[in-house]
């Protein structure tokens, strides 16, 4: 079966909700193509204890306030998942789910979408899939002989499932610090960094960093020095529960080892460490496979884009996955001024269509 809307939105969570948001505002008709069988995108896979950046009000999507969150200054993922929720009933947003999209093709004035579902036919697409769908792993020597268990920070849930055992957590960001502090009373866990970790002040949020990550976009498109933007203050959030691990001095870190073995790592002197399991904090990929058909692809992987537009396919753009697709736009806070931008230049785009 054939369907038709004049834009496809890929995703939907908090970006393709973004996006939804502003093509209601003008007028546009369009479907979001969700893989989940509930709302609320990634964040109803998030570990328990895990905590936003900033607090609600910070932490909003346009034209709704996320509600503060009773006796939490920062809210929770199940929080974010009862307001993503709430918002999409609210703007009465047609999402369809499940629905997994198989590939984008061009098909003569449309972009044909292919699902497990069906097909639809568009005259432009938003892809806002993400990135939590496609973990990173770094390739350690011996990661393979590792005979104890190994997942990503998407598969963790709680300290409880390693009471008692021997943990390594590896990474350097917020989810290495927020996944170590968790474990820190229960299990103390190992924590394996490349660079000694950089907390920001605790006074600095997440709206001081969007605020910071708007100021550095502007500058370079102004031509202007490039500051370095958040990185330049640090890589961790100080929020209460890392904050407190650190002050009780049960964030401690060791430099990155240099293989793994059968029963644990080794590092650069040859001392070992023994562990039960490893807990990869490495970070994401943007989760594009389904774009693999459009050839956009450059020498190094990434695909080129002018603000949100794929500068090789004008009726496509890319949403929330980070600054190259608009200042913190992998964030709650963030998301909402591209996704008003590349909806602004679709509708310009099908005007042109409908005049032409």
């Given amino acids: ?33 969700d893989a989940q069988t509930t709302p609320g995108g990634a964040w109803q896979h998030a570990w328990e204890s895990l905590r936003l950046f900033s607090p609600a009000a910070y932490s909003s999507l346009p034209g709704r306030l996320m509600p503060a969150q009773p006796s939490e200054t920062y809210p929770d993922a199940q929080h974010v998942v009862d307001y993503l929720t709430e918002y999409e009933k609210r703007y009465e ?18 972009l044909r979408v292919e699902t497990d579902s069906g097909t639809w036919r568009a ?22 002989a590792f005979r104890g268990r190994q997942l990503h920070t998407v598969e963790y849930r709680s300290p409880a499932d390693f009471a008692g055992q021997r943990v390594l957590v590896v990474g350097g960001g917020n989810s290495g610090a927020q996944i170590a502090a968790d474990l820190a009373d229960g299990t103390d866990p190992t924590w394996v960094t490349q660079r000694p970790p950089r907390f920001l002040a605790d006074d600095i949020d997440g709206r001081v960093l969007f605020d910071v990550a708007t100021a550095r976009r502007r500058a370079l498109d102004d031509g202007r020095t490039d500051l370095g933007g958040v990185a330049s203050l640090g890589d961790i959030v100080a929020v209460p529960p890392v904050r407190e691990a650190r002050d009780r001095g049960l964030l401690t870190r060791r430099p990155m080892f240099t293989r793994l073995h059968s029963g644990g790592v080794e590092w650069p002197d040859g001392t070992r460490a023994e562990a039960d399991a490893i807990i990869w904090c490495t970070g994401f990929r943007p989760a594009l496979p389904h774009l693999a058909p459009l050839q956009l692809r450059g020498r190094r992987g990434h695909i080129g884009t002018d603000g949100t537009r794929a500068v090789d396919e004008p009726r496509l753009h890319l949403l929330g996955y980070g600054d190259w697709t608009g200042p913190a736009s992998a ?26």
Wanted: charge should be positive; aromatic fraction near 6%.
């Fill in 331 to 356: 964030t709650l806070i963030g998301v909402g001024r591209p996704a008003r931008e590349a909806t602004r230049e679709i509708s310009g785009l099908l005007a042109d269509r409908r005049a032409g």
């Fill in 123 to 144: 005259r432009a697409v938003i892809s806002a899939t993400g990135t939590w769908w496609r973990p990173f792993l770094p390739a350690v020597p011996g990661r393979a």
């Fill in 93 to 110: 947003l047609l999402v369809e789910r499940p629905v997994r999209v198989l590939g984008v093709h061009r098909d003569g004035g449309f």
């Fill in 1 to 33: 079966m054939t369907n038709g809307a004049q834009v496809v939105v890929i995703g939907g969570g908090q970006a393709g909700l973004a996006a939804g948001y502003h093509l209601r505002r003008l007028g546009l008709e369009f479907v979001i193509l």
